[in-house]
């Protein structure tokens, strides 16, 4: 059996500061694609928001992550950032932005993610206005 590979763009709505689900999204796309096996790259495609794998059934865990990169990144840190083109939570964005990450690689087996069972994948937006971000798919499998 040959390689085959599929890509898609998924625009994502936030509404501020959150980290967003998009598990399902992605779930659906991949599964159907009907690829058994494979690997699966989630891209977010800015500088002011990021990827990440984590716990998705204690809300709790959401709410102490934002709290702690606030914490880390803050908007008003006792030294100012230089780079505040765009408002006071401009260079935390990109702060937060640097200490996770913008690109994910998930397998596929068996037809599915291979996510562990309280794991989910979101959009971490550290902004406080509402933006639409673009996170790219690209799947390689068989």
């Given amino acids: 059996m040959s390689l085959r ?4 763009h998924l625009h994502v709505a936030t509404d501020g500061k959150a980290l967003v ?11 159907a694609l009907g ?14 928001a ?24 803050p908007e008003r840190p006792p030294t100012p950032y230089e780079h505040d083109d765009e408002g006071p939570d401009d260079m935390p964005a990109h ?5 996770t990450q913008v690109q994910l690689t998930i397998p596929i087996e068996k037809g599915r993610l291979a996510l562990g069972t309280w794991q989910g994948i979101y959009l971490f937006e550290h902004r406080r206005a509402a933006h639409r971000r673009d996170i790219v798919l690209h799947v390689l499998g068989e």
Avoid: Y
């Fill in 50 to 73: 990021s990827l990440l794998i984590q716990e998705n059934a204690a809300t709790a865990v959401r709410a102490d992550l934002e709290r702690f990169f606030d914490r880390l990144a």
């Fill in 35 to 48: 690829l058994q096996n494979g690997l699966l790259t989630v891209f977010c495609r800015h500088t002011s």
């Fill in 5 to 8: 590979q599929f890509g898609t």
């Fill in 95 to 99: 702060l937060k932005t640097a200490l």
């Fill in 21 to 31: 689900e998009i598990t399902d999204r992605v779930r659906e796309w991949t599964e």
